[in-house]
C-alpha cells in the first residue's frame, strides 16, 4: 500500500467498536493534529510542538506512534497539563523565561492563551515580546517562520515552497526595520510576526497551520547587531533602491502564486518610508493591510469614538495633538480626518484641526525634508520645538503620543491639559510598554482627574 510522503507508518484509530488502522496522514486529520509532509518518526510528535500532546497521549497511540517508553508511564488529560502550567508560569520570576516555557506545547499554549488573555497577552506580545527580540539570537531554538533573504532573489518562490504546510490563509511579514518602539533589529524581528499570528489564533480562532510569519531579510544599519557574535541574520547594511523594492514584488507574487490571491498578508513594523508605499503601491492588487497604519488607526479612532460617551464632542469639535509623526501617528490622524469629514468638514478643515510634532519639533511649512504625509498637518506658523510650549498654543483637546519617548508627558504638559479641557483625552500608545509617553496613573493624578472615568 502507497502512503505517499508521509510515510509509510499506520496509526491506530479508535472508533468505539473496533480499531481501524490507517495511514499516519489520517490519523492527524482525524485527530485535528497538523501533520509534517516528511515521513515522521516517533520522536518527532515529542520534538514538534505543533504534534506533542505532553503526557495525554493515549496508550495505544503512544504504542502506534512509536513513543512508547519514551514517556513516563502516567496518563495526562490536557486539563491536568494546563494547571501544571500554569503552576510552572507562577514560578518563574522573569516574563522573558514565561516566554521561552510557553514554546513547547501548541496545543496547550493556545490553549492556556485563550483562556487567560489578560494575563499571557504581555507576554505573548508586547512588552515581552520587543525583549525577544532584542535577545532572538541567544533564545532561537526552532523554525516559527520562514526567513526569505535578499540573496533569494529570483528564487522566492522557491524558497516559500519550503514551508511545510500547504493551506496558509494569513501572512504576517517585517524586515525588521522599525520594531515597535526599538528600532531596526533586522532578522531579530521574526518575533513580532509570530507573536502577532499567535494572536491571531487564540484571539480570532484561525488555525495555526494556516498563519505563516515571514521575515524578509535585506540586512540592518544596527550596529551593534553586525557586530554581535549572537545575531541569527545576514551582516550588511541594509539594501535598498531599485534592488529591495524588486525583492518586495517578487515576494508579493511567490506568495500569491502559492497560497492564491485571496492570502492575506499583513505588513508589519517597516520603515515609515517604506510603509506608506507599500500600502499605496499594492491595496489594489493584493489582499493586504499595513497593521501599524491601519490597525493602530482602527483602535485609536474606536477608542475616541468611545470618549464622545464622557465628552459630548464631536470630532469636528476637537484640537488634535500627535507626538510623534510616524506611520501611527500618521495612520490615526488619516483616519481622524476621514471621521470629521464625515461630521460635515471638509479635507482642509480637518486637517488644520490636526498638529503633529516630531523629533524637530512642530511640523510647520517651510521646513526642509517635510515630505509624504508629513506634508498634510503642516501648519503656517512659526516652528516650535518645547512640547510644552506648544500645548500652551495649539490647546489640544486630544494629545496622541506616538513617539517611543518614555516619560514624554510631564506633569507640566499633564497640567496643562487639564487646564484647558474639562475631560482631557490622552493617549500614550508608544510600545513596548517602557516606551509610553507617561502611565495611565500619572495621567490621572496629573490632570487630577476621578480615577472612576465615568464619573
Request: aromatic content about 8%.
Amino acid at each position: 500500500m502507497h502512503l505517499g510522503a508521509f510515510g509509510r507508518t499506520l496509526a491506530l484509530c479508535g472508533t468505539g467498536k473496533k480499531d481501524i488502522l490507517v495511514p499516519q496522514r489520517e490519523y492527524h486529520e482525524v485527530n485535528g493534529d497538523i501533520p509534517c509532509p516528511s515521513m515522521l518518526q516517533g520522536i518527532d510528535h515529542l520534538r514538534d510542538p505543533r504534534l506533542n500532546k505532553g503526557l495525554a497521549f493515549t496508550l495505544e497511540e503512544r504504542q502506534v506512534l512509536g513513543i512508547h517508553g519514551l514517556q513516563p508511564a502516567r496518563f495526562k488529560t490536557q486539563e491536568e497539563q494546563l494547571e501544571l502550567c500554569k503552576i510552572s508560569i507562577d514560578r518563574y520570576k522573569e516574563d522573558l523565561n514565561k516566554y521561552l516555557y510557553l514554546d513547547r506545547n501548541e496545543r496547550l499554549f493556545f490553549r492556556l492563551l485563550s483562556e487567560n488573555v489578560k494575563n499571557m497577552m504581555p507576554i505573548v506580545y508586547t512588552p515581552t515580546v520587543g525583549l525577544a527580540c532584542q535577545k532572538f539570537g541567544l533564545i532561537y531554538r526552532r523554525p516559527r517562520g520562514l526567513f526569505v533573504t535578499i540573496n533569494d532573489r529570483g528564487h522566492v518562490f522557491d524558497v516559500i515552497k519550503n514551508w511545510p504546510e500547504p493551506d496558509v490563509r494569513a501572512i504576517c511579514v517585517t524586515d525588521g526595520e522599525r520594531i515597535l518602539g526599538l528600532g531596526d533589529l533586522g532578522a531579530n524581528g521574526m518575533g513580532i510576526p509570530v507573536g502577532k499570528l499567535s494572536l491571531y489564533t487564540a484571539l480570532a480562532g484561525i488555525k495555526p497551520h494556516q498563519c505563516l510569519p515571514i521575515l524578509l531579510d535585506v540586512g540592518t544599519n544596527n550596529r551593534d547587531l553586525l557586530e554581535d557574535p549572537l545575531y541569527i541574520g545576514l551582516r550588511q547594511e541594509r539594501v535598498t533602491g531599485d534592488a529591495y523594492d524588486e525583492f518586495i514584488d517578487e515576494f508579493m507574487r511567490a506568495v500569491v502564486k502559492k497560497y492564491g490571491q485571496n492570502v492575506l498578508i499583513q505588513f508589519e513594523d517597516f520603515g515609515n518610508h517604506n510603509a506608506f508605499r507599500f500600502l499605496d503601491k499594492y491595496r489594489h492588487s493584493y489582499c493586504t493591510f499595513n497593521d501599524d497604519i491601519q490597525g493602530t488607526a482602527a483602535v485609536a479612532v474606536g477608542g475616541l469614538y468611545a470618549s464622545k460617551r464622557l465628552t459630548g464632542k464631536r470630532f469636528a469639535d476637537h484640537q488634535i495633538l500627535f507626538v510623534g509623526a510616524g506611520e501611527a501617528a500618521i495612520g490615526i490622524a488619516d483616519l481622524c480626518v476621514r471621521a470629521m469629514i464625515v461630521e460635515g468638514c471638509t479635507l482642509e478643515e480637518a486637517r488644520n484641526k490636526i498638529w503633529m510634532v516630531d523629533i524637530d519639533g512642530l511640523l510647520v511649512k517651510g521646513r526642509e525634508h517635510l515630505e509624504g504625509h508629513k506634508a498634510y498637518y503642516a501648519k503656517n506658523v512659526e516652528p516650535m520645538n518645547d512640547l510644552l510650549e506648544i500645548v500652551k498654543t495649539v490647546k489640544p483637546s486630544i494629545l496622541i503620543g506616538a513617539s517611543a519617548q518614555p516619560g514624554l508627558f510631564t506633569r507640566d504638559i499633564l497640567a496643562e491639559m487639564a487646564e484647558n479641557n474639562a475631560k482631557p483625552i490622552i493617549f500614550a500608545l508608544s510600545n513596548p510598554t517602557d516606551r509610553a509617553e507617561c502611565t495611565a496613573a500619572q495621567a490621572f493624578e496629573h490632570t487630577e482627574v476621578n480615577l472612576n472615568p465615568y464619573f
